[in-house]
């Protein structure tokens, strides 16, 4: 081992002890089957990722139900079963955790390209509206453009996203996943009605912060008495939404808190929404570190994981000074999926930087699956031998 000692101890994530503090962020490729169905090339993309060293392999943005949208990878149904099975036997094969990042929806930012015949939906009818200024790069064409206005969910609705949710959750148990992240970051259908901005119902789901967080709370609790306790959940937001009416860090602290109260096992911080996409995929490298630091002091022992940190030396002081416990990487495995291994290796010059140019996200937003400008192999990882999964069993 080299001069990044912390960032490859173990760490203990509610029952589970994870390898090392390096996990792959949930990071949409865009390449599941017609209903959701995780494909070839899912489950090798994912081989290279865990075979190159992460402790944590992430699953994207997976949905609870195709209800409101399709196209990411879904745990709504058992005619899945066979890829979810396979993929996390696929990961725990090279000794790393497989969480699943699971969502009900985009809500309003579901672009119309990419939807079929669904009707969009939110918790009110409020179009989301990009700024001028606020773009990261490559996608500055959205700039000052607004969504179309969404569909008021009704309350029956909004109560069957809860049932959805806790059977999918226990299809990802039952395939063998060791947990799931709640998806309520960047202003996506849960995030949606616990923002203020996007919120402004009348029933129990809206009105003041404690009823913005019902729809949350009675999805983990309902989740948690299915799932049981060793299941491991945790939970993703914006820790600022960064726009004006929005989340603020102070309401994240205060919702970390009474979800570690609850028994939640995990916070994972991300930051902005589509109004404040130089947060959401920052430009510059640790911006989303200094939210990372508040919500590891509101809350007392669970693990805080923080993305956009892609140097080892950088990710090492950040989990030595304790600004966050674990490095959660998106982009930095995307260019290269042995960023871990040569990290530990003391192998570090040897990583394939990303240049933070956004192709991935202009491919994904364009509707294809994921590109790399510095990674060749991204997306093709499925012809690639070396990242075919190992025979079932193997472990
Ligand atoms: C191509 C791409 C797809 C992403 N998909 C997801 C996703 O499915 N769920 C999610 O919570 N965040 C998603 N993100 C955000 C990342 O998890 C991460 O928070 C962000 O990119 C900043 O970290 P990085 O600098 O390590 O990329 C995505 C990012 C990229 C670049």
Redesign the pocket.
Known sequence: MGEYNKLFEPIRIGKLKVKNRLAF?????GTAGPDGEITDQSLCHYVARARGGAGWITV??SLATYKHIKG?IGFHTNLNFRGMWELSHAIHAFDAAAIV?LSIGLGAQYFKGRRTDVELVAPSPIPYRVPKGTSCRGLELWEDTEGEAPRELTTREVEELEDDFVQAALRIERAGFDGIEI?G??GYLLGAFISPLSNQRSDKYGGSFENRLNLLLNIYRKTRAAVGEDFILGF?ISGDEHIEGGLTIEDTCRIASILEKEGIDFI?L?SGRYEALNY???NDEGV?LPEAQAVKQAVEEIPVLC????SPSLAEHAVLEGMADVI???????ADPEWPNKTREGREEEITK?I?C?N??KT?FSGFS?RCAVNPEVGRERFLPQYYPPPLGFK
């Not at 962020?25 to 490729?29: E, I, Q």
């Not at 959660?328 to 495995?333: C, D, Q």
């Open positions: 962020a949930p990071t949409g490729m994207e943005h990411p990042q998806h970051a960047h993703r994972h991300s959401l995929f920052p989303i993305p956009n940190v892609h959660s990487l998106s982009r930095g495995l995307i990303c933070r956004n991935c996200l994904l994921v």
